[in-house]
């Protein structure tokens, strides 16, 4: 038996610079990842399956082309693996949930039986941020978001907040809502400054489908966070902080006046 993390994946910046003739964004984003989410299991069997278990397990509503068993498609793997996947991170969230199961399948394929050469290749076939998610460490990305560069992690170990209004946010509408406006490159420099000298292109459409992710917003920025920005294409905007007793401080306020709202609090990888 093999067990996984699928860290959550966040866009600490994420700039849109402009609308490709394929129908794709070349964007420019800093990834990096937390230290929690999803949670899968392996057994070998004579025939790959995946069972789904978990708060977020009824928004699969086809386990047979979810993502996971698709990875597996992709990979060599022996007669065949049973898969237990536990659905922690919300679905259409901004946080590359399908991604991060994708990516933790090619890795516990790794430890099982190498990656082929081609991985990168393979995984970006399954979804532009698949790629990074399968190295689940601080990188920057350009092109559609597959090309990766590793960059040395000034951010490490920082504590940091996860919150989404239980509102799910289709990739799709929110890029088809960007205006088209190049806003200029991605900063250079360390994570930090990157992340606090950048922006989510992202965030204006997805405000404009979703106005609660302002709300979400704006109850960050008053927990005495450094930085507060919403992932991806939304709706779960992120927190860091630089003490531990700060976001825990954060976590319990947040739970108090707004228990509806989904949280999940760790460090960055």
Not at 208 to 228: D, H, M, N, W, Y
Request: hydrophobic letters at 40%; charged letters at 20%.
């Amino acid at each position: 038996m093999l067990t996984e993390t699928a860290y959550a994946k966040i866009n600490l910046a994420l700039h849109v610079r402009r609308r490709r003739d394929d129908g794709y964004h070349e964007l420019e984003t800093l990834f990096a990842f937390v230290d929690d989410g999803d949670r899968l299991t392996v057994r070998p069997s004579q025939q790959d399956s995946l069972a789904t278990t978990g708060e977020f397990a009824p928004a699969i509503d086809d386990p047979f082309g979810n993502i996971v068993a698709k990875a597996l498609g992709k990979l060599p793997h022996g007669p065949g693996w049973a898969v237990d996947l536990e659905k922690r991170l919300p679905v259409a969230a901004g946080l590359g949930g399908g991604s991060a199961d994708a990516g933790a399948v090619f890795r516990l394929v790794e430890q099982a039986h190498g990656l082929p050469d081609d991985w990168a290749r393979r995984a970006a076939a399954l979804g532009a941020d698949v790629p990074a998610c399968v190295l689940s460490r601080a990188c920057i990305g350009t092109g559609i978001g597959t090309d990766l560069e590793e960059v040395p992690n000034d951010l490490a170990g920082m504590p940091v907040i996860l919150v989404n209004p239980r509102v799910p946010m289709p990739t799709g509408p929110v890029f088809k809502g960007w205006d088209g406006q190049d806003r200029g490159p991605m900063p250079s420099g360390s994570l930090r400054q990157i992340a606090l000298d950048g922006r989510n292109d992202l965030e204006a459409p997805a405000l404009a489908l979703q106005p609660v992710i302002e709300e979400v917003l704006t109850a960050l920025r008053q927990t005495g966070a450094f930085l507060s920005r919403m992932s991806g294409s939304g709706a779960t905007c992120f927190a860091l902080y630089d003490q531990t007793a700060d976001r825990d401080a954060a976590v319990a306020s947040l739970a108090d006046r707004h228990p509806d709202w989904w949280q999940m609090s760790g460090a960055l990888r």
